[in-house]
């Protein structure tokens, strides 16, 4: 894999564990908007497919790979004495400070990647505000050379603005980067930039649905080195 010089990873199911990260989070704050009325409650949870119980995400959630703009848009309906802006802001509000739950220790992968000489980023569909603000809280921000969000003006995956940006901004092509990430989201956008599209299985989506997509399926990030040939 010597031609592989850049690693470009999504956030949320590939950095960390999408629903453990996720799901409580999303029950907690259904809860919140919904006054700590039961039935509103779970009229919002059924509008993002989330099992408030279960605390756990399903598949098909829009939130999986979707924007906060997507995240808002199902659930304004059921939230009419709140604007847009409204609701966009208290969403970005909450995801400033959740607490990551990493699919693998992310300190010394990143250094052993950046060690054996690689460029890395972060593409994501989140806010680049929470993904800056959940990397901090990790102390690995410093590790990537480039972040990008949807709202950082580069649009959202499955389109490959995001990963074409990172290339513009790194000196890659888009051949020697690997693209990483739990959704077709993900593998479509590093497809669509001309990147290798590497799945793991971190997130929600299984193999079955990841593996027409994707050059490779790993169970996490964990196991890249070794399909990097790395010593």
Excluded at 53 to 78: M, Q, W
Excluded at 82 to 96: C, D, N, P, R, V
Excluded at 137 to 142: E, I, N
Aim: hydrophobic share 45%; charged share 20%.
């Amino acid at each position: 894999m010597a031609e592989i010089r850049g690693l470009l990873f999504d956030k949320d199911g590939t950095l960390f564990d999408f629903q453990a990260t996720w799901g409580g989070w999303a029950a907690d704050l259904m809860t919140e908007l919904a006054d700590g009325v039961e039935a509103r409650a779970e009229d919002l949870a059924a509008r993002i497919r989330l099992d408030r119980p279960a605390r756990r995400f399903h598949p098909d959630s829009i939130l999986i790979a979707g924007t906060t703009d997507d995240a808002v848009e199902a659930l304004l309906p059921g939230l009419p004495h709140l604007s847009y802006e409204g609701l966009y802001a208290k969403l970005i509000e909450s995801t400033l400070t959740i607490p990551p739950a990493v699919a693998t220790p992310l300190a010394p992968l990143m250094d052993r990647f950046r060690s054996a000489g690689f460029v890395l980023g972060v593409a994501t569909n989140d806010a680049e505000s929470a993904a800056r603000a959940q990397l901090d809280a990790l102390d690995v921000t410093h590790c990537f050379d480039f972040i990008v969000g949807a709202d950082s003006g580069h649009g959202a995956k499955p389109a490959p603005g995001q990963c074409l940006a990172f290339c513009a901004a790194t000196g890659l092509l888009p051949h020697e980067v690997a693209m990483i990430g739990d959704s077709t989201h993900d593998l479509y956008a590093g497809q669509a930039a001309g990147m290798v599209p590497i799945a793991v299985l971190t997130g929600p989506a299984g193999s079955p649905e990841l593996a027409p997509h994707a050059a490779a399926v790993l169970p996490d990030i964990g196991h890249l080195p070794a399909w990097l040939d790395l010593p």
